[in-house]
Nanobody, 122 residues
Framework: QVQLVESGGGLVQAGGSLRLSCAAS????????MGWYRQGAGKRRELVAL???????NLADPVKGRFTITRDNAKSTVYLQMISLKARDTGVYYC????????????????WGRGSQVTVST
C-alpha cells in the first residue's frame, strides 16, 4: 500500500510564503508523476502543478511566476513553494502521485494525500 503525507500548510497573510511537502511511503517501485491540486470552499478541485520523475514541471496559469514545484526522488517527496500568496489561493491542497508499487500486489498505483489547509488572509 502507498501512502502520501502532506505537511506545511497554515495561515499566512497576503503576500506571504508557504512551502508544502508531500512524502510518499510504502511498497513503491517507482513514482512517475507527482502533483498538487487544490480545492477552495464550494469549488471544484483543480490542478496546481505537476512534475515528472525527470523533473519536467507544469504549472497552472493562476500560479505561474509565484509557485514552484520540485521533487526529491531519493526521498519520494514533492514540494510546492508558494510566494506572493493571494486570498484566492486559499483552499485545501492535495498531493497526488502515480507510479508502480511492488510487493505482493505489484502493479500501477494512483493515490491522494489527505490534504493540507492553506489560508491566506487579507
Amino acid at each position: 500500500q502507498v501512502q502520501l503525507v502532506e505537511s506545511g500548510g497554515g495561515l499566512v497573510q497576503a503576500g506571504g510564503s508557504l512551502r508544502l511537502s508531500c512524502a510518499a511511503s510504502g511498497f513503491i517501485l517507482s513514482i512517475n508523476a507527482m502533483g498538487w491540486y487544490r480545492q477552495g470552499a464550494g469549488k471544484r478541485r483543480e490542478l496546481v502543478a505537476l512534475i515528472t520523475s525527470g523533473g519536467s514541471a507544469n504549472l497552472a496559469d493562476p500560479v505561474k511566476g509565484r509557485f514552484t514545484i520540485t521533487r526529491d526522488n531519493a526521498k519520494s517527496t514533492v514540494y510546492l513553494q508558494m510566494i506572493s500568496l493571494k486570498a484566492r489561493d486559499t483552499g485545501v491542497y492535495y498531493c497526488k502521485a502515480a507510479g508502480v508499487r511492488t510487493g505482493g500486489s505489484m502493479g500501477p498505483f494512483e493515490c491522494w494525500g489527505r490534504g493540507s489547509q492553506v489560508t491566506v488572509s487579507t
